[in-house]
Nanobody, 121 residues
Framework: QVQLVESGGGLVQPGGSLRLSCAAS????????MKWYRQAPGKEREFVAV????????NYADSVKGRFTISRDNVKNTVNLQMNSLKPEDTAVYYC??????????????WGQGTQVTVSS
């Protein structure tokens, strides 16, 4: 059974840093693209960052480029999001995501439970 469990959220002052982690299990982590999304109150869930299975291809939303860094450990089956220079507008619930295509060709979208990040003075 696929499981994604986020951790590391919390309350931080503007300009501060947080490191989110997502522990994955129940699938062959090393062959799947992993993503981070976030959802602020009253807004739709939005893409934050993506990392290829090998970790060599990475992309970010324009709003976080230069401040956030995504990484993965294919031995520990974790994907991380280092968030620096945090702004109040980064306040959201952050979700880990992967999409897995089953043997029948059906794509399944998996999400963690989310971790709350609040940036406030």
């Amino acid at each position: 059974q696929v499981q994604l469990v986020e951790s590391g959220g919390g309350l931080v002052q503007p300009g501060g840093s947080l490191r989110l982690s997502c522990a994955a299990s129940g699938f062959t982590f090393s062959i799947y693209v992993m993503k981070w999304y976030r959802q602020a109150p009253g807004k739709e869930r939005e893409f934050v960052a993506v990392i290829a299975p090998s970790g060599t291809i990475i992309n970010y939303a324009d709003s976080v480029k230069g401040r956030f860094t995504i990484s993965r450990d294919n031995v520990k089956n974790t994907v991380n999001l280092q968030m620096n220079s945090l702004k109040p507008e980064d306040t959201a619930v952050y979700y880990c995501n992967t999409d897995i295509t089953g043997v029948d060709g059906t794509r399944h979208r998996y999400w963690g439970q989310g971790t709350q990040v609040t940036v406030s003075s």
